[in-house]
């Protein structure tokens, strides 16, 4: 188990940007794949991105390919969500969550993932 900590959500309007960070307990986090979910008020939690244990291999929802970026920072125990020309669809608590899978895929979702942060609220107005 990790523990993770969310921060850098916020209100931000249309088009704007906001970068997330994950930072984790432990001296083992190099080990684990992490990745980023989010939900939306009355909506099932959602895949956003991963990124394996080195940080040589990323996916993301088609929604948001081309806007967010995911990456981490292992000497840190950090990984971060760059989110660019954010959109009002993309306002939902945001997860960190990290994983034992050696190899991440397309398509994980929360059964692939051990370990949550507490989430982080990002609000794109229009």
């Known amino acids: 188990q990790v523990r993770l900590v969310e921060s850098g959500g916020g209100l931000v309007q249309a088009g704007g940007s906001l970068r997330l960070s994950c930072a984790a307990s432990?001296?083992?986090?190099?080990?684990?794949?992490m990745g980023w979910f989010r939900q939306a008020p009355g909506k099932e939690r959602e895949f956003v991105a991963t990124i394996n244990w080195s940080g040589a291999n990323t996916y993301y929802v088609d929604s948001v390919k081309g806007r967010f970026t995911i990456s981490r920072d292992n000497a840190k125990n950090t990984v971060y969500l760059q989110m660019n020309s954010l959109k009002p669809e993309d306002t939902a608590v945001y997860y960190c969550?990290?994983?034992?899978?050696?190899?991440?895929?397309?398509?994980?979702?929360?059964?692939?993932?051990?370990?949550w942060g507490q989430g982080t609220q990002v609000t794109v107005s229009s």
């Open positions: 432990g001296r083992t986090f190099s080990s684990y794949a």
């Open positions: 969550a990290a994983s034992s899978l050696l190899r991440v895929r397309p398509g994980l979702g929360p059964g692939d993932f051990g370990s």
